[in-house]
């Protein structure tokens, strides 16, 4: 059985009816014609062997389906009980052989079919993610290069023109003041300006009911939830700390005409500014009252330590 | 995509004096996978740049110290290398009559700040004719 399998997926056509030429002959000739063109000594033999070859195959594998008949014949007689099995005739097997051939062109059609374009439904809903993601990668490239500005920092001057381009280019706030704390005088003075006269400001007491006392108890960077303290002309206090230390309190006045309002990106941002503009602007603080000292190998590893 | 941009990457130029506004842009154009984007801190600068490159496409900021925008508009179209490079001007919502002047100039279109990164693409691959992803 196992050889006259074998037998069959090699040489099918061997089965074929007496008389029938198998296909397979013709195509093995085709092009050993075309080769050997002007040898006709050589195709003739190479045909004539071919032919020998082939005969006799067929002869071995018609001797094999009769030897496998008689057999089956036998075991029947032997077991009569024997639960009757499909009989094993070569019109069965090439039934077998193309039912089996459909089932992988079925198969091949469902793989073609799950790589094909997928529905439009589903297209479009790639797309939008595909937007989602774009957005999201903006948003962190956009707080990146915020981080980045207030890092690179070195005077206030500095920190004003970032915490200025951030507020207009990024968020869309149109109109602002930028107060810092005066802490002996605690009080809140207007040192910048933008969508507004800045003679029109005066310094802000840091009494015990002010925005900016509650800011200075809460001790910490402006995070989504806390209070905008919002009024008609104010959109919100935004303050700007060193670790616990107010030192400044940015007051948002209005968005640029195309912004309607904060998007959820918008609030990362400004507690990105609440936090990194407040220790730009410490650091500017102390940079401008540090004396100059060449680095020294002793002293650096003093503060280290070692 | 037409043939030419299939075989090389085409140039960008971003003329903008905020280096944080100037990053975003260049963000939101690393992107586009066809440019290869350089960055300009003022219109001296971009003339500079202009002078070594070929660029495929130029956008610029307008209020810029030195040599602004709408100066660097008008030299490039009086240019016959720029006479037809596409030009997108960066301007603010409330800067209407700067936009005015810039198109009169010769830009071909502009965005406002603050700029959204999906229409800046959009934009810059609509006028490229560089098919979508």
């Given amino acids: 059985m196992a050889a006259l399998q074998f037998v069959m997926r090699n040489h099918p056509q061997e089965l074929a009816p007496a008389g029938a030429r198998p296909a397979l002959r013709r195509d093995t000739f085709a092009p050993m014609r075309a080769q050997d063109a002007g040898q006709g000594d050589l195709h003739d033999k190479t045909r004539a062997a071919l032919h020998e070859f082939f005969g006799r195959g067929?002869?071995?594998?018609?001797?094999?389906?009769?030897?496998?008949?008689?057999?089956?014949?036998?075991?029947?007689?032997?077991?009569?009980?024997?639960?009757?099995?499909?009989?094993?005739?070569?019109?069965?097997?090439?039934?077998g052989l193309i039912g089996r051939i459909v089932e992988l062109e079925k198969a091949r059609g469902a793989?073609?079919?799950?790589?094909?374009?997928?529905?439009?439904?589903?297209?479009?809903?790639?797309?939008?993610?595909?937007?989602?993601?774009?957005?999201?990668?903006?948003?962190?490239?956009?707080?990146?290069?915020a981080g980045l500005q207030f890092h690179a920092s070195r005077t206030i001057g500095d920190v004003l023109q970032t915490t200025t381009e951030i507020l207009l280019n990024f968020i869309g706030v149109g109109a602002f003041t930028l107060y810092l704390v005066d802490e002996e005088r605690r009080?809140?003075?207007?040192?910048?300006?933008?969508?507004?006269?800045?003679?029109?400001?005066?310094?802000?007491?840091?009494?015990?009911?002010?925005?900016?006392?509650?800011?200075?108890?809460?001790?910490?960077?402006?995070?989504r939830g806390d209070p905008a303290y919002a009024s008609d002309d104010v959109i919100m206090y935004l303050p700007l700390v060193s670790g616990r230390r107010l030192v400044a309190v940015l007051r948002l006045e209005a968005f640029l005409a195309q912004k309607?309002?904060?998007?959820?990106?918008?609030?990362?941002?400004?507690?990105?500014i609440s936090e990194h503009a407040g220790i730009a602007i410490e650091s500017a603080w102390i940079r401008a009252h540090a004396k100059a000292v060449a680095l020294q190998r002793q002293a650096v590893e003093h503060l280290l330590g070692s | 995509m037409t043939q030419d941009t299939q075989?090389?990457?085409?140039?960008?130029l971003v003329v903008e004096d905020s280096p944080p506004m100037r990053k975003m842009i260049v963000f939101a154009l690393s992107r586009i996978r066809e440019l290869s984007v350089v960055e300009a801190d003022d219109g001296v600068d971009a003339l500079r740049r202009l002078s070594g490159t070929k660029f495929d496409i130029i956008i610029t900021d307008i209020n810029m110290p030195i040599l602004d925008g709408l100066k660097l508009v008008k030299r490039l179209r009086a240019d016959e290398t720029y006479q037809d490079v596409p030009i997108i001007i960066i301007t603010t919502e409330g800067a209407a009559e700067d936009r005015q002047r810039a198109l009169a100039l010769g830009a071909n279109a502009y965005i406002t700040k603050p700029i959204q990164a999906p229409a800046v693409i959009k934009l810059v691959r609509e006028i490229l004719n560089l098919e979508e992803r």
């Fill in chain 1, 58 to 95: 067929e002869a071995f594998v018609r001797q094999l389906i009769a030897e496998n008949e008689r057999l089956r014949g036998e075991l029947n007689e032997a077991q009569p009980d024997r639960p009757a099995r499909p009989e094993l005739t070569p019109g069965t097997v090439m039934e």
């Fill in chain 1, 111 to 145: 793989a073609a079919e799950a790589g094909a374009p997928a529905p439009a439904g589903e297209v479009a809903r790639l797309r939008d993610r595909l937007v989602q993601l774009e957005d999201e990668n903006y948003h962190l490239a956009s707080m990146y290069v």
């Fill in chain 1, 187 to 223: 009080v809140l003075f207007p040192i910048a300006r933008e969508g507004g006269e800045m003679d029109e400001l005066v310094e802000i007491e840091m009494d015990e009911a002010s925005p900016a006392a509650q800011m200075v108890q809460r001790g910490r960077p402006w995070t």
């Fill in chain 1, 260 to 272: 309607p309002g904060f998007e959820d990106n918008d609030y990362s941002l400004l507690s990105m």
């Fill in chain 2, 7 to 12: 075989t090389r990457r085409l140039n960008a």
